[in-house]
């Protein structure tokens, strides 16, 4: 017995570290994230109470496999080649980077705990990734996987992170106090905040790069803001706690994902009005994407299936459904 005493002591005390390990960091703040593959082959799901990514085969429309591993994953992008996806965790406090055809992880980099949206440029070389416990977004340079500079200055930034078309300018969500930063690329310094927003969640940019619509989950509106002027020019009524602002690649229609009203609301542009309200789904929040010719939508559900819409016809038009085992 007292040769495998120590034995046993080390085992509980692994097995206790391994659990403290495991705790969700920031639980209480909600999430979903879905990434299409650049070539719509694939469609990777999350949510942040599932310690799970859910990988769908969009030409079978069935699951593909499921990648274990995390705690409260935050957000999912792909490399502009697709041939890598990268995710944060928050309560790992880590940023993984996955072979998207092998489906294996092959590096993870320290960022710190809080680690949630992420946005990378169009070369693949910069991703940038906010930190709502820190309140600072990291800049990671992806062919050295390291970070090369944290910039500080936020308020809570989650999700809500991106890039203008050009690339110069990175709007940053700071879901405390209800501002949006905007950071140049060149000098990675803040520039400036705009404010007038109301719990504010996704953010799209127009492909000029002069109008930033906005999502706001307090009083149930979108907002349209001036990138030039940083002014809020308009707003529009749209579902009970919109978290998404998806603007469609043709840039004539945006879409809210609202939570409350499980359902879509389509506004048309430039005019900002209401088009159409999509119901069917279920808790839809920012994960909402769409195929390049802008025929098509994913939309993730809570229980992380995936709805496919027809958009000229506002249709659901199949649902993925994850694996029973």
Same mark, same amino acid.
């Given at each position: ?6 034995? *046993? ?60 591993? @995390? ?5 999912? $992008? @792909? ?31 320290? &960022?710190?705990?809080?680690? @949630? ?29 390291? $970070?090369?500079?944290? *910039? ?37 310094? $803040? &520039? ?43 707003? $529009? ?71 496919? &819409? ?9 649902? *993925? ?5």
């Amino acid at each position: 017995m007292r040769k495998t005493a120590p034995l *046993i002591s080390a085992a509980i005390l692994w097995a206790l570290a391994q659990a403290s390990a495991a705790q969700a960091f920031d639980p209480d703040i909600r999430n979903n994230t879905l990434a299409i593959s650049p070539d719509e082959s694939l469609a990777i799901a999350g949510n942040s109470q599932s310690p799970t990514l859910k990988v769908y085969d969009l030409a079978s429309g069935k699951q593909r496999a499921t990648l274990p591993g @995390f705690i409260t994953p935050r957000n999912i $992008v @792909f490399s502009p080649d697709g041939r890598s996806f990268y995710v944060t965790d928050s309560s790992k406090g880590l940023l993984e980077r996955w072979n998207a055809g092998t489906l294996k992880l092959e590096a993870s980099l320290a &960022l710190g705990p809080g680690a @949630f949206g992420s946005a990378i440029d169009r070369q693949g070389e910069r991703l940038y990734v906010n930190n709502q416990a820190s309140n600072t977004v990291s800049v990671v340079d992806l062919k050295a996987w390291r $970070v090369s500079k944290v *910039i500080t200055g936020f308020s809570g930034p989650r999700q809500g992170v991106k890039l203008s078309p050009d690339g110069a300018d990175l709007y940053v969500t700071n879901f405390r106090s209800d501002k949006l930063s905007v950071v140049d690329t060149a000098s990675l310094s $803040v &520039l400036r905040e705009i404010g007038g927003f109301n719990k504010i969640r996704a953010i799209s940019i127009s492909a000029d790069g002069g109008t930033l619509y906005a999502a706001n989950s307090g009083n149930d509106t979108l907002s349209k803001v001036n990138t030039k002027t940083g002014r809020i020019t308009a707003t $529009v009524a749209v579902g009970s706690e919109p978290y998404g602002a998806a603007l469609r690649p043709d840039g004539k229609v945006l879409y809210s994902g609202n939570l409350k009203s499980d359902s879509l609301t389509e506004v048309a542009l430039p005019a900002f009005t209401p088009a159409a309200q999509i119901g069917g789904l279920s808790g839809p929040r920012q994960a909402i994407s769409f195929s390049r010719d802008s025929r098509k939508a994913w939309v993730l559900n809570e229980d992380l299936s995936v709805a496919e &819409l027809d958009l000229a016809t506002r249709r659901i038009t199949r649902e *993925i459904k994850p694996s029973v085992n």
